[in-house]
Structures are given as structure tokens and as C-alpha cells.
């Protein structure tokens, strides 16, 4: 059981749409990350999130991009205008609950996100 | 830019012998080193780090060796089964970066009875 969980498991938009992606974790964690995989591609960090801000962004994490957790417990990630190229599987991911370095990241199972 | 690199895309392997998978990397800062397992349609599972302290850690049939002066690390799994075929990653953070890791492109195992 993964422990986050992620929505949908499956989004198909439009080139030009805003889709948000969905991530809430199962326990309270301060630290909360994206990642994407591109078909065929590498893992890559998008960025991370502490304390209810951006701590570190990745330069695909562009303007496009934006992250938030609205209301305490889900943790979102907007793409304001999908490009093609946008079309990936994107993870969420938690650290955990004491800032310690040295810990492992925990995957949800992913939202695959398809641009048409 | 590939600071972690994954040089066999897949890999095949019987039942009951061992598995060797290896990871090679540019960047000397990352102190901090993991191993997930990935099945298709799930997100990576996290399956056993190392820090750049040590030159071995092992759990249960995993373990991970580090090569600092060689910028190389490996997964070894003994005695392999069915189960752990799956895309094996590496990963690597610099502790600076938080928790951003970089990951390879993934090793493909297969494990055949």
C-alpha cells in the first residue's frame, strides 16, 4: 500500500487545458515532493515543498507549473497549459514527519497524464 | 544533463543465483544513495539506501555496495526470485539539495525460474 495517495490514476486533457493533480498523504508530513516520468525517460525532480512553500524547483518546473496544498492535507500540482510534451507519469512523493536528512522518499502510485 | 547512470537497461537472471545491478555517477557531492524497485502501473518503492559514510549496507537479500573513488554503486540481490523481477532505479541527493534525488534510467530485471 503506498503511502500516499494519488488522483486521478488516470487524466486525458486537451493541449492548451489546466489539469490539476491530486496527492494526499496518509499521515502528517511537512515535506512533500513531484516527480515525473516521461515514457521511456528518467525519473526527474520537479519540486519540493516544506512548510507550505516551494523549497527547491527543478528548471522543468517552469511557470507553467504550481504547487500548493489548499486546505492542510491534499498536496496539488497545476499545469495552467498543457503542452504535448507534458504527457508523463507524475508522482507524488512525502519525506518524513522530522526534517532528518538522510531518509528515504515514499511514491504514490502516480497519475498518468495524457495531452492530446 | 545524466549525473546518475544506469548503463544496462536490462538485465535477466535465474532463480536462486545472484543479481547485480550497477549505478555509476559524476557528481561527487551526492553523499546519499538509494535503490527503488518499480512494478508497472505502481510508483517506485523504496527498497534500500546507503549513506556515503559506509561502503555497504545490507537488508535481508539486498545489499548496496559503494565505490566512492570509483563514483559506483551496486545492487546485489541473493538468492533472486520471481518476485523481484521488476525496473530497479538508482538514486542520489546531495544533502545541500534536500531531498531532490537524481535518478538513473532504470534496470530492467528478470528474473527466470
Known amino acids: 500500500e503506498p503511502e500516499v495517495t494519488q488522483t486521478p490514476s488516470h487524466q486525458v486533457t486537451q493541449m492548451g487545458q489546466e489539469v490539476i493533480l491530486r496527492c494526499v498523504p496518509i499521515s502528517n508530513h511537512l515535506y512533500f515532493y513531484w516527480y515525473r516520468q516521461i515514457l521511456g525517460q528518467k525519473v526527474e525532480f520537479l519540486v519540493s515543498?516544506?512548510?507550505?512553500?516551494?523549497?527547491?524547483k527543478s528548471e522543468i518546473f517552469d511557470d507553467q507549473f504550481s504547487v500548493e496544498r489548499p486546505d492542510g492535507s491534499n498536496f496539488t500540482l497545476k499545469i495552467r497549459s498543457t503542452k504535448l510534451e507534458d504527457s508523463a507519469m507524475y508522482f507524488c512523493?512525502?519525506?518524513?514527519?522530522?526534517?532528518?536528512?538522510?531518509?528515504?522518499?515514499?511514491f504514490g502510485n502516480g497519475t498518468r497524464l495524457t495531452v492530446t | 544533463d545524466q549525473q546518475v547512470k544506469q548503463n544496462s537497461p536490462s538485465l535477466s537472471v535465474q532463480e536462486g543465483r545472484i543479481s547485480i545491478l550497477n549505478c555509476d555517477y559524476t557528481n561527487s557531492m551526492f553523499d546519499y544513495f538509494l535503490w527503488y524497485k518499480k512494478y508497472p502501473a505502481e510508483g517506485p518503492t523504496f527498497l534500500i539506501s546507503i549513506s556515503s559514510i559506509k561502503d555497504k549496507n545490507e537488508d535481508g537479500r539486498f545489499t548496496v555496495f559503494l565505490n566512492k573513488s570509483a563514483k559506483h554503486l551496486s545492487l546485489h540481490i541473493v538468492p533472486s526470485q520471481p518476485g523481484d523481477s521488476a525496473v530497479y532505479f538508482c538514486a542520489a541527493s546531495v544533502k545541500d539539495s534536500g531531498y531532490a534525488l537524481n535518478f538513473g534510467k532504470g534496470t530492467s530485471l528478470l528474473v527466470t525460474p
Open positions: 515543498f516544506y512548510n507550505n512553500e516551494i523549497s527547491e
Open positions: 512523493a512525502r519525506g518524513r514527519e522530522r526534517s532528518s536528512y538522510n531518509s528515504p522518499l515514499h
